[in-house]
T-cell receptor, first 109, second 114 residues
Framework: QKEVEQDPGPLSVPEGAIVSLNCTYSNSAFQYFMWYRQYSRKGPELLMYTYSSGNKEDGRFTAQVDKSSKYISLFIRDSQPSDSATYLCAINSGYALNFGKGTSLLVTP | DTEVTQTPKHLVMGMTNKKSLKCEQHMGHRAMYWYKQKAKKPPELMFVYSYEKLSINESVPSRFSPECPNSSLLNLHLHALQPEDSALYLC?????????????FGSGTRLTVV
């Protein structure tokens, strides 16, 4: 079983919609959880990180971690066409990042 | 300066060539990484440097040779590559090796092996 599972999509939503992106992971020892956004032909950009369980909010973005079910989520409110990108969840395995496959998001005007 | 700078942005090389990818950061980060990313796939770890010493080599073929001349610079030397090595090569840095809150990626070098 892969350490981090993420549905690759693609996910297409209309502008203004709430987007929910999710990952599951296998190792309960993981402590640091991140979401990266990657535009085509660019490097990943850190959007949010969370240590242990709980919620973290930054503008239109909310990251949630539920360690009891090994489930992490990213919510995007009032989605914009500029949010169209691939979203990668990542977990620090102790010395580097384990990435999910990435979910391709398209926000249509 | 909050960036990781990678050069060149694009590189085309023949299978007999020798080339180098360069990465630079001035954030005082003590861990630096090379990742490889194929199209529509997530980044895959290649090497980790911690305090300028190689700490992790993810069983990468010897045709890829990393070097960390100082705490701000990371190189990846390439020799006798194969067409399947064509990918986006990403450099990243973080304050220390075992945290998750400060990984900064460069824009990558898009490598094509012909």
């Amino acid at each position: 079983q892969k350490e981090v599972e993420q549905d690759p999509g693609p996910l297409s939503v209309p502008e203004g919609a709430i987007v929910s992106l999710n990952c599951t992971y296998s190792n309960s020892a993981f402590q640091y959880f991140m979401w990266y956004r990657q535009y085509s032909r660019k490097g990943p950009e850190l959007l949010m990180y969370t240590y242990s369980s709980g919620n973290k909010e930054d503008g239109r973005f909310t990251a949630q971690v539920d360690k009891s079910s090994k489930y992490i989520s990213l919510f995007i409110r009032d989605s914009q066409p500029s949010d169209s990108a691939t979203y990668l969840c990542a977990i620090n395995s102790g010395y580097a990042l384990n990435f999910g496959k990435g979910t391709s998001l398209l926000v249509t005007p | 300066d909050t960036e990781v700078t990678q050069t060149p942005k694009h590189l085309v090389m023949g299978m007999t060539n020798k080339k180098s990818l360069k990465c630079e950061q001035h954030m005082g980060h003590r861990a630096m990484y090379w990742y490889k990313q194929k199209a529509k796939k997530p980044p895959e770890l290649m090497f980790v440097y911690s305090y300028e010493k190689l700490s992790i080599n993810e069983s990468v073929p010897s045709r890829f040779s990393p070097e960390c001349p100082n705490s701000s610079l990371l190189n990846l030397h390439l020799h006798a590559l194969q067409p399947e090595d064509s990918a986006l090569y990403l450099c990243a840095s973080s304050q220390v090796e075992d945290r998750g809150d400060g990984y900064t990626f460069g824009s990558g070098t898009r490598l094509t092996v012909v």
